[in-house]
């Protein structure tokens, strides 16, 4: 949650609706954010958890049949020159920050992104991934969510408003 926290530091989001989309396989990363939310953090202004139409749990699930859906929208919206990038954008992830850095800094990051995006595809499997030899793809396919989601967003329901919360 400290991304929340650091979102509100932004002057023209400080009063901004966040939506949480957070991936739910399991219900287990979604709903223990949404526990989370729930019963420790104040003063996070207006903020709800994202849910799929027809859907009684909190997040979204990563299927095959959406994962096209991502590469889909993504393309279009590049193509379409919808996507940009918040001038002071930043990362709270010690994965790319933090002591153990796989990268340096947000040049690190972005360099990180351009080679998942690059080795997006089709695996041996048939499955849509960046995964290679062991890499990850957790960048390219959370651009691609936020893209996709953020496009659904207008039409799907949105459960556990949170801004009664406030102190």
């Given at each position: 949650?400290d991304?929340?926290h650091?979102?509100?530091?932004?002057?023209?989001?400080?009063?901004?609706?966040?939506?949480?989309?957070?991936?739910?396989?399991?219900?287990?990363?979604?709903?223990?954010a949404d526990?989370?939310?729930?019963?420790?953090v104040?003063?996070?202004?207006?903020?709800k958890?994202?849910?799929?139409?027809?859907?009684?749990?909190?997040?979204?699930?990563?299927?095959?049949?959406?994962?096209?859906?991502?590469?889909?929208?993504t393309?279009?919206?590049?193509?379409?020159?919808?996507?940009?990038?918040?001038?002071?954008?930043?990362?709270?992830?010690e994965?790319?920050?933090?002591?153990?850095?796989?990268?340096?800094?947000?040049?690190?990051?972005i360099?990180?992104?351009?080679?998942?995006?690059?080795?997006?595809?089709?695996?041996?499997?048939?499955?849509?991934?960046?995964?290679?030899?062991?890499?990850?793809?957790?960048?390219?396919?959370?651009?691609?969510?936020?893209?996709y989601w953020?496009?659904?967003?207008?039409t799907?329901p949105?459960?556990?408003?949170?801004?009664?919360?406030k102190?």
């Open positions: 949650m991304h929340i650091k979102i509100r530091t932004i002057p023209i989001l400080k009063n901004s609706t966040i939506i949480f989309i957070g991936e739910n396989n399991n219900n287990f990363e979604t709903g223990r526990v989370y939310v729930r019963n420790r104040k003063n996070i202004g207006k903020l958890i994202f849910k799929e139409r027809n859907k009684n749990i909190a997040g979204v699930r990563k299927t095959k049949e959406k994962t096209e859906g991502y590469v889909k929208i393309e279009k919206m590049i193509r379409c020159n919808q996507v940009c990038f918040y001038e002071n954008w930043f990362t709270l992830s994965k790319y920050m933090g002591i153990n850095q796989l990268n340096k800094g947000k040049e690190g990051v360099n990180e992104l351009r080679e998942q995006c690059l080795r997006f595809g089709y695996d041996e499997k048939g499955k849509l991934t960046a995964k290679r030899e062991g890499m990850n793809d957790d960048l390219v396919i959370a651009f691609m969510q936020a893209l953020s496009n659904e967003v207008e799907a949105i459960i556990s408003p949170y801004n009664q919360y102190n």
